[in-house]
């Protein structure tokens, strides 16, 4: 039995072998309309932070779902993950007349040089999903982007709780992830029989660390869907 408390290491093989490539891509096929609703919300947010001069760095790109979407819009976008099977179906959905780069790599231990990104994103609860230090993770995105560069980083709203569960219980049906534990599953976590564990962080939350790591953050909640959390790197 996987512990369900699970740690990066175990979080992120539990991508590679469950949730990534193909696999991950059908998760957002059977989203429900109210779903896919939030999932436009956030991109067309994102958007609406960038310039078409940006370098940017999706950190958890997975098959490139959001990359994909800018990658016409800025000058050169840039997904890592570690699940190989993702970056290759990103590789492959990803054409000529995009800049965009797909690498297999460690958000916590990213080997960029410093200041490499105008804009540094990890949305749709990245922060939680990869089950890595949360410290760790914003640090490093701090060192690989420009002074005066952002980083955006999301999560789900409180109120989304019903739609998310919807969407878990869906992607359980088609036998995407395990089945749910409805006795463990509540009050914004999400527990599978085989392990997986998902939160989600709330604005004080993001306040807190944001603030612990000298970064003044801005919270917005978008869509009543995902709360967003940016800063500007000094």
């Not at 947010?45 to 078409?52: A, E, K, N, T």
């Not at 970056?87 to 995009?98: S, V, Y």
């Not at 219980?169 to 998902?198: N, P, Y």
Request: aromatic share 8%.
């Amino acid at each position: 039995m996987v512990p369900r408390d699970l740690s990066g290491i175990v979080k992120m093989a539990y991508y590679a072998e469950n949730l990534s490539g193909k696999r991950l891509q059908q998760c957002y096929e059977v989203a429900p309309p109210r779903v896919k609703q939030y999932l436009r919300a956030e991109i067309d947010h994102i958007r609406s932070r960038l310039c078409p001069e940006d370098h940017v760095l999706e950190l958890g790109c997975g098959y490139g779902r959001v990359m994909l979407a800018l990658a016409r819009e800025v000058s050169r976008v840039v997904g890592i993950d570690t699940a190989i099977e993702s970056i290759t179906l990103g590789r492959q959905l990803c054409t000529p007349d995009m800049h965009c780069e797909f690498i297999e790599m460690d958000a916590t231990a990213m080997t960029f040089p410093d200041a490499q990104f105008d804009v540094v994103i990890c949305v749709q609860n990245g922060i939680c999903a990869f089950g890595v230090e949360k410290p760790r993770l914003v640090k490093e995105a701090v060192r690989v982007c420009r002074s005066g560069g952002r980083l955006l980083f999301s999560s789900y709203a409180e109120g989304f709780w019903p739609h998310r569960l919807e969407w878990f219980q869906l992607q359980a049906a088609h036998g995407l992830i395990g089945e749910i534990d409805m006795k463990s599953t509540g009050k914004g976590i999400i527990v599978c029989k085989d392990g997986f564990r998902a939160g989600f962080m709330q604005p004080d939350e993001f306040r807190a660390l944001w603030e612990g790591l000298g970064l003044v953050p801005s919270i917005t909640v978008v869509d009543d869907s995902a709360v967003f959390c940016e800063s500007v790197v000094c």
